[in-house]
């Protein structure tokens, strides 16, 4: 056991047994003189006579100034002279400013706690064998310079909940059994812990402790945040600090630096677990304030997600010391807000320099130019990817599969995910068109060196999102192109579900294209918009309040595509249905022309596996039928179905067969010709 918490032991049965005297006294027992617990031999209580300056005082604070924050009453250090530390009993009267009369009553409710005797004690003094139990009659009638305030609700006993209050019935108040706290009984015996009561909604946090590691931008951050505390606020109530932002993991770090200034733990109320009703909120409130008058700790509320801000103002005003409001966007008005973002990307590679060490070389530059992370998710990736593999190329590929994975958004619904499989030679183009797409990913792959590297990032922040306009009649190979350029980034594609993200209710659609838009400027996924005239439409004019939303919907989306830093494709089947701010914010059109008789050809040549069993196939002939390419890929597979049944190879016959059965569903007119196998052949006349 440490000295602390032997001279706290000696302080607490000192004052206990100077409660018994007492009790003694009172009940014409004994009478007898108790050494108080600095060794001054005096008569009654061992603090009588001695002002509140002549108690021990704390010796050091965890805040810089005297804001009512909790300083601790734990044990010091080896290093540390214990002497200079007070007993939690001191700590407890001096934190929450009892008087000398409350401090008499509560150590009359824990003895009767900690000491069995004081139960038949309190009865004889009180005249009643019944009566065990300490009251408000008993202490007025027991202890020196009595006050009558101690009863009222905003003196400390009742406010801070130290004693708990059993008043039956028409009983009246001052003969009501009291009883000490249980945690704070806990406390003066020096166990310092986090109340039952508040555990259920709130939980330690584990921060980063980066320390001087930290990216450069997030110290900024929290030593802008503790100035603004030690200027404006020296003294008095702190307020809280909001901190603004999409990324919690870089506002955890800010947070940890702000915590470990004040030298306090953090704990974590979820917002969805704060009380609703105001009794219950106020009980919250009570509680965590008391901790935090009497233990090193901060709260960290997470609103990230649906946060009630008015719920949020009640707790805020009923709260001081350290609190950190986590949300997307500012949610109280007074308050040292601050956003904060991920590091920058010269802040990400470093991070990914470190934490691979030797094995970097160039994956750092690689990682930090295609995907957006904090510096926690940055370690713990290189962990994955130094564990899976051991040189740098191994290491490469799989701290870039870790990356992808950790950051696939969550778009189940609103989204569906496409595994990229077709290659560029599986594309048939012309050369113009071609050289678009290549252009497309190699912007993707190049987009940090230019941007970061080069400076542009620096010289604007809009117009550096990277969009592209695929445009053509349906199957000429707008969504192939697609998987072709997120196979080749080895990306993930996601192709939006416009009846998801498109809502009747005003603000549902802009909520949902920013957390698409969003999930793609982490890197790890290209949005696919199908149909996008649907929602890129052009704006009308204003007629009533429908038309009004919907415009404002469409300029939601004009000024998300100029800060939009990922890729998005646009897919149309009618170009000129787009609105034409959206062809200017694009910065590749790529036109899907219907295939010529050679470019069918291709198609159908590139059309069936390698695998797939098949006989002398007349290409020309089949390249002779008007169809898309995916037209020619939906008959090559209903083809290779229906020779998988026969037990053979695709033929001609069976192939022809199947393009008919496409020609009867598009109701297209059939030149029998054109499917007859084999050729009619010419009479010579």
């Not at 031999?41 to 603090?47: D, T, V, Y």
């Not at 950790?406 to 990229?420: F, G, Y």
């Not at 590297?453 to 969504?479: M, N, Q």
Request: overall charge negative.
């Amino acid at each position: 056991m440490s000295d602390w918490q032997d001279e706290n032991t000696q302080y607490l049965s000192t004052a206990i047994a100077w409660v018994r005297s007492a009790l003694e006294q009172r009940g014409g027992v004994i009478k007898q003189t108790v050494a108080a617990p600095n060794g001054d031999a005096r008569k009654g209580p061992f603090w009588r006579g001695r002002t509140k300056e002549a108690l021990p005082q704390p010796d050091v604070l965890l805040l810089p100034q005297d804001t009512g924050a909790p300083q601790t009453a734990t044990p010091p250090t080896e290093s540390e002279d214990a002497t200079k530390v007070p007993p939690a009993l001191v700590t407890l009267s001096d934190r929450l400013a009892l008087t000398r009369f409350e401090r008499d009553v509560l150590v009359l409710c824990a003895a009767a706690e900690l000491d069995t005797s004081i139960a038949g004690l309190c009865a004889r003094a009180q005249g009643d064998p019944a009566k065990t139990y300490p009251t408000f009659a008993l202490a007025l009638s027991l202890f020196e310079q009595p006050s009558w305030d101690v009863l009222s609700p905003e003196r400390p006993l009742r406010h801070w909940r130290l004693i708990e209050i059993n008043q039956p019935g028409s009983q009246t108040l001052t003969t009501s059994p009291l009883r000490a706290d249980e945690w704070v009984v806990n406390y003066l015996k020096g166990l310092a812990y986090l109340d039952d009561r508040l555990t259920p909604m709130v939980t330690p946090m584990a921060l980063p402790q980066l320390g001087d590691a930290a990216p450069a931008s997030q110290r900024a951050a929290a030593t802008q945040i503790l100035e603004r505390i030690k200027i404006g606020f020296p003294q008095g109530r702190l307020p809280p600090i909001q901190l603004t932002g999409r990324d919690g993991g870089s506002k955890e770090v800010v947070a940890s630096l702000i915590c470990g200034a004040f030298g306090l733990a953090a704990y974590r109320l979820p917002v969805h677990l704060l009380p609703s009703a105001p009794a219950d909120l106020d009980s919250f409130a009570r509680f965590w304030q008391r901790q935090s008058q009497l233990l090193p700790v901060a709260l960290y509320i997470d609103a990230r997600e649906d946060a009630p801000a008015a719920a949020i103002e009640r707790l805020l005003a009923r709260l001081n010391g350290l609190v950190i409001l986590d949300a997307r966007d500012s949610l109280v008005a007074h308050a040292i807000t601050a956003d904060v973002a991920r590091p920058e990307p010269a802040e990400q590679r470093a991070a990914w320099t470190t934490a691979l060490g030797e094995h970097a070389g160039d994956t750092p530059q690689l990682l930090s130019g295609q995907f957006d992370l904090n510096v926690a998710e940055i370690a713990e990736l290189a962990h994955v990817a130094l564990a899976e593999a051991d040189d740098a190329p191994a290491i490469e590929t799989a701290a870039w599969k870790a990356a992808l994975s950790a950051t696939r958004p969550k778009l189940d619904n609103l989204a569906q995910r496409i595994v990229p499989k077709a290659g560029w030679d599986d594309i048939v183009l012309l050369p113009a068109e071609a050289a678009l797409l290549h252009q497309i990913a190699d912007q993707v792959g190049n987009r940090g060196t230019v941007y970061q590297d080069w400076g542009f990032e620096r010289k604007s922040s809009r117009g550096l999102g990277i969009s592209a306009l695929f445009s053509g009649e349906s199957g000429t190979g707008k969504t192939m192109a697609a998987e072709v350029i997120a196979n080749a980034l080895s990306l993930d594609l996601y192709r939006i579900d416009l009846s998801a993200v498109v809502s009747k209710y005003i603000g549902e659609t802009e909520k949902n294209l920013r957390r698409l838009f969003d999930a793609a400027e982490t890197g790890g996924a290209i949005l696919f918009f199908d149909e996008a005239d649907a929602l890129f439409g052009k704006r009308t004019e204003v007629k009533d309040s429908h038309d009004r939303y919907a415009n404002i919907e469409i300029n939601y989306l004009l000024q998300r595509m100029e800060s939009y830093r990922g890729l998005a494709i646009l897919a149309t089947n009618m170009r000129g249905a787009l609105d034409q701010a959206f062809l200017r914010r694009l910065r590749f059109i790529v036109n899907f022309r219907f295939p010529d008789a050679d470019e069918r050809k291709t198609i159908w040549q590139k059309a069936f596996p390698q695998a797939v069993p098949k006989d002398d196939l007349d290409f020309d002939k089949l390249a002779k039928l008007n169809l898309t390419g995916g037209q020619i890929a939906l008959i090559a597979l209903n083809a290779a179905f229906m020779a998988a049944e026969a037990k053979g190879p695709v033929t001609m016959p069976i192939l022809l067969d199947a393009a008919r059965a496409e020609f009867k569903k598009l109701e297209r007119p059939i030149h029998e010709p054109d499917f007859r196998w084999p050729p009619a052949t010419v009479r010579a006349v």
